[in-house]
């Protein structure tokens, strides 16, 4: 409507996700609905946070389009306590959605290769006073091995194919979702090895130049 201020377009804008069960997961639609887009949008297009499409965050990355992101979240399926691993994490607004998912007794890494926007993620989350949290700089090295094995991981970059490293960093039971090509991939961990499932039509920038 007119006069509507971003805030509460982007309020409308969740609840329209919620209506077409895109988000169909309570505690994950209350997470969309608590953290909130245009507190991880540059000023200049922090107006536009109530809109369904992807955001310029600088560098030639983008925030992306709310509907993608609540569809990978459904896949994901995030929980109370886990561990998640959020890999091409831009200006955080994943990564603190997840935070907020896993509560206190979880925690989430972030990772970004370009040093700005991992150091505007990291000043935005503290800001909010999220403590689960991290951002961590990684130029060279995809995800972060360190803290592994994660019991979700996100990604928010199309991979060519699906990259073992990150699956080596997946915990048994574990479940990654990662754009490949033109297609978000959910893959599912097993003892006995992995399966995948495809879902085709989606964009996104690409995870490595």
């Known amino acids: 409507p007119e006069g509507e201020t971003h805030v509460e377009k982007y309020d409308a804008l969740i609840e329209q996700l919620v209506a077409r069960r895109?988000?169909?997961?309570?505690?994950?639609?209350?997470?969309?609905?608590k953290v909130r887009r245009e507190d991880f949008l540059?000023?200049?297009?922090?107006?536009?946070?109530?809109?369904?499409?992807?955001?310029?965050?600088?560098?030639?990355?983008?925030?992306?389009?709310?509907?993608?992101v609540a569809f990978m979240f459904e896949l994901?399926?995030?929980?109370?306590?886990?561990?998640?691993?959020?890999?091409g994490c831009g200006s955080g607004w994943t990564t603190a959605l997840l935070a907020g998912i896993v509560g206190s007794g979880g925690?989430?890494?972030g990772t970004e290769?370009?040093?700005?926007?991992?150091?505007g993620a990291r000043e935005r989350i503290q800001g909010l006073g999220i403590e689960n949290a991290s951002i961590i700089h990684t130029p060279a090295v995809l995800g972060y091995p360190e803290q592994a094995p994660y019991d979700r991981i996100l990604v928010s970059a199309a991979a060519q194919e699906?990259?073992?490293q990150l699956v080596d960093q997946l915990a048994v039971d574990g479940i990654l979702v990662i754009p490949v090509r033109h297609s978000i991939f959910k893959i599912e961990k097993?003892?006995?090895?992995?399966?995948?499932?495809?879902?085709?039509?989606?964009?996104f920038v690409p995870l490595v130049d």
């Open 22 to 33: 895109v988000l169909a997961t309570p505690h994950i639609a209350r997470a969309f609905r």
């Open 107 to 109: 925690r989430v890494v």
């Open 190 to 203: 097993t003892s006995q090895g992995t399966r995948s499932e495809e879902h085709t039509g989606f964009s």
């Open 113 to 119: 290769r370009i040093g700005e926007l991992a150091q």
């Open 162 to 164: 699906v990259p073992s």
């Open 42 to 68: 540059p000023e200049d297009v922090a107006e536009w946070a109530g809109e369904d499409h992807p955001l310029p965050i600088g560098h030639g990355q983008t925030n992306s389009q709310p509907y993608t």
């Open 76 to 87: 994901l399926q995030p929980g109370a306590d886990q561990a998640v691993l959020d890999v």
